[in-house]
């Protein structure tokens, strides 16, 4: 499986940044955003087991969540604190600021 991988800049990054930096979530999608460490562009992912699916939100019918980069990333677990996903990363829970950004 590849490395967490920026779709825009092609710049490979870790993790655990890329996760501290989620700036939203949808339980709807499975999915966040956050953006690339580097060219800062807003990527969309989400976490299944553990892995790291880059990829993009579509509208058919519903919300869908297209994933085209899979990364195993080790350690790597997902849960919630009420409407907010907590990202562990190996035994560690990494900062965030995200929520669930579903309309009310």
Do not use: I
């Given at each position: 499986?590849?490395?967490?991988?920026?779709?825009?800049?092609?710049?490979?990054?870790?993790?655990?940044?890329?996760?501290?930096?989620?700036?939203?979530?949808?339980?709807?999608t499975?999915s966040?955003?956050?953006?690339?460490?580097?060219?800062?562009?807003?990527?969309?992912?989400?976490?299944?087991?553990?892995?790291?699916?880059?990829?993009?939100?579509?509208?058919?019918?519903?919300?869908?969540?297209?994933?085209?980069?899979?990364?195993?990333?080790?350690?790597?677990?997902?849960?919630?604190?009420?409407?907010?996903?907590?990202?562990?990363?190996?035994?560690?829970?990494?900062?965030?600021?995200?929520?669930?950004?579903?309309?009310?």
């Open positions: 499986m590849a490395q967490p991988t920026c779709l825009f800049c092609n710049l490979t990054f870790d993790a655990g940044v890329f996760l501290s930096a989620v700036d939203g979530y949808s339980r709807e499975h966040g955003v956050a953006p690339c460490p580097h060219c800062k562009t807003g990527l969309e992912f989400r976490v299944r087991g553990r892995q790291l699916e880059l990829g993009y939100t579509y509208w058919s019918g519903s919300m869908h969540f297209e994933g085209m980069l899979t990364c195993a990333v080790p350690g790597l677990r997902m849960t919630f604190s009420g409407e907010s996903p907590v990202f562990v990363l190996k035994g560690q829970v990494l900062p965030s600021h995200a929520s669930d950004t579903r309309e009310p």
